[in-house]
Every structure is written in C-alpha cells, then in structure tokens.
C-alpha cells in the first residue's frame, strides 16, 4: 500500500535512519557461492521498495535473512515490507530479533515505534521510543519521532519541547522541524507552524508532507491560492501523496468544484478498493461516503448510493454509510414521485 510506505519512508526521514547503518549488523557480508551476499540482495530489495514493488522486495529481504539470519539490516528491511502489507505482526517478529541481535542499536527500536504508530499503538510507539533513547540518549530522531507521536496523542506541548530538542542536536533536521510545525498547527497558531514547515523545505525541497500541512495552515488563514499552490507541488513531488491529494479534494468540494474533489477521491480510492486489505480499510470506507456525498451534492443520486453500498459492503454496522444511505433513498423516492 503505498499511503503506508510514505508513512514509513516520511517517518524515516524524520529520525534520518535511510541509509545502511545499523551498527551491530553492519552491511558488509561474503557472498555466497550460490547467489547474491545479503547486503546485495537487501540493496536490491531497498530499490524495488522504493520503486513500489514491495512484494519483489518482500522476496529479497527475505533471502538475505536466509543468507545471514543475523543480519540486523535485513531484519528492519524486511519489516518495512511487511508493514506496507499491513503485516504488522510479522513485521515486529522481524523487529524483535533485531532488536536482540543489536542491544545497543536504537535504530530496531525507532523502526518499531514506527510499526507500532501504523497500527495505533501510540503508547507502545512512546515505549519503543523511550527504549531508543535509553540506548542512545542524544539520538536526535527519536526526539523527532516523539514530536510527531506526541501531536497525535493531542500533547501539543510536549511536542514542540521534544522537536526542540531534536533541533538543538541537529539543527538541520527537517522532520524536526515538520513535526514541531504539525503541532503549532493543531494549537492554531497558523503562522508560527507555516515559519516551521517553510525551514523544513528550505532544508529539504522536496517533502512533501511540509508542503501539504503548510497548505493547511495558508487554508486556515484562508489564504487558498497558497494552499493550493502548495497542494499541487506536493501532488507533482510525489504523485501519490494521499495527503495532498485528500486536502485538495476537501477544499474543491467546500468551494463547489465537484468534478475536480471526486477526480481527486477517484485516484484516492482506485489504488485501495485494489489492495488486499481493502475488505477491512476503515480509511476507504471514508473515501467511498465522502465521494458519495460530494456526488449527491452535485445530484448524482445513484452514484452516491454505488459508494455508500461499496462503504456498507466493507462495514455493513458504519452509522454514517447506513444514515446516508436511507437520505438517498428517500431523495431518489422524492424524484419519483
């Protein structure tokens, strides 16, 4: 899913752990007469991952665990892949063990608090964070990470003191920077969170999560050509930024451009209703009722009725896809008669 490996990659870059350097494992590992050396096929991996075919990713992290079962980048490697097919439990099985291969690496630990924020966990996520921080306790991605956890949980302060710190031990941290911006962000204070995500950019040009929150902020001070100006660099960074995209579709929908906020659901939900989990995706079932409502405003009452069905099919109990659902039907009686 790709939603999930921005995630990941975007949390990366927030504790700046991409690169090939978990200490305890190393990277460098004899071939094997038979085939590739696992650091090979984990650097064949890391290029499909990045490419988007995890499954042929999945595949060569998994032979170079077979090749050295011991080595720890492999691991991580490997429960990345995981975790971007919502394999999350295999992913911390992977984790642990790397987390017992390097008891001195907070980097397993940081990995894990990642997988742990995918599926919720917050407070476990916290946990992982602090045992990072007991390893190596100037580690100025794990403080990122926190902020960024932190703003979830609604600890706005804490927050911004932890991206502080992160920043004062490594100042030209972006996600830092990002994290601290998302949490002026939730507390209103639209400019000071635009001046963060501005320095994240002017130390990364291309993160496009920066771009997209500093659209929210300009749309908060109903600056919109702003916003949408930064929507749509976020959209041409990385076509397939969900968040981008959603916030863009939200403010045509507002503004009565319909055509354009379900062009924008449309792509959104394609690559979804695809996926081998979307039978149980409570995030599509959000997308299916919000085209369905912006297609009802535009009174395209059967096409609105398709994407409440498609909600209802995925959670048949879902209050809102059942209440609208008997709005259209009532409306479509209406017309009728």
Not at 6 to 20: D, K, P, Q, T
Not at 232 to 251: G, L, M
């Amino acid at each position: 899913m790709k939603y999930i490996r921005l995630l990941f990659l975007r949390r990366l870059a927030s504790v700046a752990i991409l690169g090939c350097a978990l200490g305890a494992s190393g990277c460098k590992r004899a071939a094997s007469p038979a085939g590739p050396s696992a650091a090979e096929s984990v650097a064949q991996g890391d290029a499909f991952f990045l490419q988007g075919d995890v499954d042929t990713a999945l595949r060569r992290y998994s032979d170079a665990v077979q090749t050295d079962p011991k080595f720890v980048d492999a691991r991580v490697k490997r429960a990345r892949a995981y975790a971007e097919g919502r394999q999350f439990e295999a992913a911390l099985a992977d984790l642990g063990e790397a987390m017992t291969l390097a008891p001195s690496d907070p980097q397993p630990c940081l990995e894990q608090a990642i997988v742990r924020e995918s599926m919720g966990q917050l407070q476990q996520a916290l946990s992982d964070i602090a045992l990072a921080l007991a390893r190596k306790a100037d580690h100025p991605g794990a403080y990122s990470l926190r902020a960024g956890i932190q703003v979830e949980l609604g600890n706005f302060d804490d927050a911004i003191h932890d991206a502080d710190e992160a920043i004062r031990l490594q100042p030209h941290l972006s996600g830092a920077f990002n994290n601290r911006g998302l949490a002026h962000l939730r507390k209103a204070e639209f400019s000071a969170a635009i001046a963060d995500f501005s320095q994240a950019l002017e130390l990364n040009h291309d993160q496009a999560d920066s771009l997209t929150n500093r659209g929210v902020a300009y749309q908060s001070l109903g600056q919109f050509n702003k916003a949408m100006s930064d929507w749509n660099e976020a959209i041409r960074i990385v076509p397939q930024a969900f968040d981008a995209r959603y916030d863009r579709s939200c403010y045509y929908i507002k503004s009565r451009q319909l055509a354009q906020g379900i062009a924008d659901l449309n792509l959104l939900i394609g690559p979804r209703a695809q996926h081998r989990s979307a039978a149980s995706d409570p995030l599509l079932v959000h997308l299916y009722l919000k085209r369905s409502a912006a297609k009802a405003s535009g009174h395209d009452i059967e096409g609105a009725l398709a994407d409440c069905d498609a909600a209802l099919a995925i959670n048949p109990n879902d209050r809102t896809a059942n209440s609208l659902k008997r709005e259209l039907l009532l409306c479509s009686y209406r017309r009728r008669v």
